[in-house]
Each structure stands twice: as C-alpha cells, then as structure tokens.
C-alpha cells in the first residue's frame, strides 16, 4: 500500500483520508495477532515514528495480556505508548485514532 507518492514526500492531508483507514485498518489487525504485509512509504522520520508508535501499541497490549502485570508495569507500558503516540501527532500533524 502506498501511503504517500515518493520515499521522500511528506504526507498530505488528501493522500491520507484516501489510504488512511486501510492503513489504520491494517494495524488494528496486526495488534490483534494477524499477519499484516504492508508497505509504507514516507521520509525516515515518518517511517520510524509509525513503527515505534506501532510497537509501543503492541509492547503495552502484551503487558495488558500478562497474567503477573502489575499497575507499575502497566503504567509504564501506557506511558511510553502515549508518549509515541505524541510524538506521532506531531510528525504527521493529524490525531492518532483513538480506537487504536
């Protein structure tokens, strides 16, 4: 899937209301377990903020899942998951769904 036209372009508004629910769609199915193949494109940064929001997603899901999770570790978890999902505003200037 083609997110945005070249490697190097920004995202834009259009680009993303067009592609943005299939790739929204597609990391809601790979939190829940299911293989994702999926292409992104976008500059470095844009790349290596989805995919660290997309971890700490997936980091703080597990620790939910953990039978031995304590408030600390679950704490910690939603902290650094916020703190990716930020930095993601940020980067691409558009809200982080909330469903996510």
């Known amino acids: 899937m083609e997110v945005i036209g070249k490697s190097n372009d920004q995202i834009n ?7 943005g ?19 992104v494109k976008g500059t470095k940064e844009q790349i290596r903020s989805l995919a660290r ?12 899942e953990k039978p031995n999770a304590d408030a600390k570790t679950v704490m910690k ?13 940020r980067t691409f200037g558009i809200k982080w769904p909330s469903q996510l």
């Open 53 to 64: 929001t997309m971890n700490a997603l997936r980091d703080f899901q597990d620790e939910m």
């Open 21 to 39: 629910k299939v790739l929204f769609s597609a990391i809601a199915s790979w939190l829940m377990g299911r293989e994702v193949n999926l292409q």
């Open 77 to 89: 978890k939603l902290g650094i998951k916020n703190s990716e999902i930020k930095q993601f505003e």
């Open 13 to 19: 508004e259009l680009h993303l209301n067009l592609h």
